[in-house]
């Protein structure tokens, strides 16, 4: 079974700087990786999907990339309401999650 | 618009039965495989169950097998999960959710607002 692991667990910006979220897969997933949004009290939402692809009304600061075992969710810009936690997914396995907060 | 509603959390003893609800909107439901994903409190997210889109398959996290069953009801766009023998570790908030793309390798979208099942005594 593939092992998700993201770094940072937290990552402190502030809004306006470049956030750079890691997941690393245990063995190569190709570029079968998708990327989740989730904000307190609410359920997850798909961001990206095949590695780099935006889901449906994503916006273009948000960006993926990577193939094999190392990928990265990349946001030029931070917003106020990127301020959550994101999740790596691969076929039933999720990562354990990075949890951006304002610093 | 694309939906997902779940219902039929609630507080439960250990031991106990309930049984979840997810009801369908605004895409063709027969034409999907769907997921349950529960997330414990203050924990991450964790895939539980998914079904194929007519149901003659069906699979499990280790953790709940031979406790939980997943179901559908194309006809009624209609997704279930009964949940038996039920302990204080399902604890959590379950998501019911769409797969996209190719199986095995799909994604979950969308998802549920996700119902609340606490087991406590």
């Known amino acids: 079974e593939i092992v998700l692991t993201q770094s940072p667990a937290t990552l402190s910006l502030s809004p306006g700087e470049r956030a750079t979220l890691s997941c690393r897969a245990s063995?190569?997933?190709?570029?079968?990786l998708a990327w989740y949004q989730q904000k307190p009290g609410q359920a997850p939402r798909l961001l990206i999907y095949?590695?780099?692809n935006r889901a449906t009304g994503i916006p273009a600061r948000f960006s993926g990339s990577g193939s094999g075992t190392d990928f990265t969710l990349t946001i030029s810009s931070l917003e106020p309401e990127d301020f959550a936690v994101y999740y790596c997914?691969?076929?039933?396995?999720f990562g354990q999650g990075t949890r951006l907060e304002i610093k | 618009e694309v939906q997902l509603v779940e219902s039929g959390g609630g507080l439960v003893q250990p031991g106990g039965s309930l049984r979840l609800s997810c009801a369908a909107s605004?895409?063709?439901?027969?034409?999907?495989?769907m997921s349950w994903v529960r997330q414990a409190p203050e924990k991450g997210l964790e895939w539980v169950a998914n079904?194929?889109?007519?149901?003659?398959?069906?699979y499990y996290v280790d953790s709940v097998k031979g406790r939980f069953t997943i179901s559908r009801d194309n006809a009624k766009n209609s997704l279930y999960l009964q949940m038996n023998s039920l302990r204080a570790e399902d604890t959590a908030v379950y998501y019911c959710?769409?797969?996209?793309?190719?199986?095995?390798?799909?994604?979950?979208?969308?998802w549920g607002q996700g119902t609340l099942v606490t087991v406590s005594s």
């Open positions: 095949d590695a780099s």
């Open positions: 997914q691969q076929r039933k396995t």
């Open positions: 605004g895409f063709t439901f027969s034409s999907y495989w």
């Open positions: 063995q190569s997933v190709s570029s079968y």
């Open positions: 079904i194929t889109q007519d149901g003659s398959e069906k």
């Open positions: 959710a769409r797969e996209v793309g190719p199986t095995p390798e799909g994604w979950f979208d969308p």
